[in-house]
């Protein structure tokens, strides 16, 4: 997954600062997020915005991207009032979302402006440089675009081809550094044992494989799939007629995962190397399972990207940690906190309810808690 983003704020969804910020889009493979398309109040001391898209969008941000690269066009001498005002928001993550806000410490921010001039006053970058150094961001620099006859002049592309080239270095340096450590130790250790699981998940992948109801030829998106732990007790339920979809965004689990297919020589399992926000899925499906895969179950872009997909009335079924709410469940939170941020440094933190954004999506949601509150099953179906 590429590591950076492109905040759009122009007061125009396809002005010229989309097209520039789509140029970068192209070269860089990042996604561009619109701020024009959310709804996004200005800054309340009273916080009585905090139902508005800011929250969701900046927890979105901060959970899975390292660099931040603003585009604005230039109105008036400065920022535009779009990107103002998300930039006011941020100061919500310094008072009521502070975890959100030291999620923001180490990241990289770069800036895209536009204008009609080729010139900039003194101090256009400046609230930019000050936000990072003042949020423990690092600005890693900017690109200044103008319009020559309707067009992207010849330098202008020159300076964007470059700063294009600088972030994916950037990028490069994150991929690397970030990989979770499952992939870098569990995995690697694991790889000569096709079919190695622990052995106290396995009933639990048993019990979620029977929740999801399925029958002999059903197709089965088994997202966050791993190295296919899931696999024979799905298989069981659909039969060689069926097919499973494992999505896993990990190419060097991806390595186990075909291992253990090839050892059982299972004919109707496929897997994706991809990201469930942007996967491209075809066809319908008769289930989904997320087992241990928060990165999906927990965002909001890979829900919407993956239930288009699922039939109506099929089953969703979850498997997670969490933080427990038992009596003396507090004792391990914190540890588990920590375990859960070492071995995936991308996942978002860990809370006492991680099924929250499904529950809205699904019909008769049952959870169920295991291991002191610290893991839990949920289930649904998928309404019409
Ligand atoms: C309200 C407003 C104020 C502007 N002020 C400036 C300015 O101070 N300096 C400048 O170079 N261009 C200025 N422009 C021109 C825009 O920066 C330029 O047209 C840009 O391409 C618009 O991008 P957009 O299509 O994404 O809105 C202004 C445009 C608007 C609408």
């Not at 087992?291 to 089953?315: G, R, T, W």
Request: proline share 4%; aromatic share 14%.
């Amino acid at each position: 997954m590429k590591k950076g983003v492109i905040i759009l704020g122009s007061s125009n969804s396809n002005g010229e600062t989309f097209t520039v910020s789509k140029y970068l889009s192209d070269k860089t493979s990042y996604q561009i997020i619109d701020l024009k398309s959310k709804f996004i109040q200005p800054f309340d001391y009273e916080f009585n915005n905090s139902n508005d898209d800011f929250l969701p969008l900046i927890n979105e941000i901060v959970n899975n991207y390292e660099i931040i690269i603003f585009a604005t066009p230039v109105y008036w001498y400065t920022m535009s009032g779009t990107m103002k005002i998300f930039f006011d928001r941020i100061s919500d993550c310094l008072k009521t979302e502070k975890e959100t806000g030291r999620k923001l410490k180490g990241k990289e921010m770069a800036v895209l402006s536009w204008g009609s001039d080729k010139e900039l006053k003194n101090g256009f970058y400046m609230p930019f440089i000050e936000s990072a150094n003042y949020l423990g961001m690092k600005y890693v620099g900017e690109v200044h675009c103008w319009l020559k006859d309707n067009d992207i002049p010849e330098d202008v592309e020159h300076q964007l081809n470059t700063f294009a080239t600088v972030v994916l270095e950037i990028d490069k340096k994150h991929m690397k550094s970030k990989d979770p450590l499952y992939a870098r130790f569990l995995v690697q250790f694991t790889r000569p044992f096709p079919d190695f699981d622990f052995p106290f998940i396995k009933k639990v992948r048993q019990k979620a494989a029977k929740l999801l109801n399925l029958k002999k030829g059903d197709r089965i998106i088994d997202a966050g799939c791993g190295s296919g732990g899931s696999f024979p007790y799905l298989i069981n339920m659909i039969g060689h007629t069926g097919e499973i979809i494992g999505i896993e965004i990990s190419p060097q689990t991806i390595k186990n995962t075909n291992k253990r297919i090839t050892k059982n020589n299972w004919q109707n399992i496929y897997v994706i190397e991809a990201d469930a926000k942007t996967v491209k899925l075809s066809g319908s499906f008769n289930g989904l399972l997320m087992f241990a895969a928060p990165d999906v179950y927990a965002s909001e872009q890979a829900l919407s990207n993956i239930f288009p997909h699922l039939a109506v009335n099929s089953k969703v079924v979850l498997f997670g940690a969490k933080i427990s709410k038992k009596r003396f469940g507090w004792i391990l939170n914190g540890a588990l906190r920590l375990v859960f941020s070492i071995f995936s440094s991308s996942t978002p933190s860990l809370n006492s309810e991680p099924w929250h954004i499904l529950e809205n999506r699904l019909l008769n949601f049952q959870v169920e808690e295991y291991f002191f509150g610290w893991m839990f099953i949920a289930h649904g179906s998928v309404a019409k």
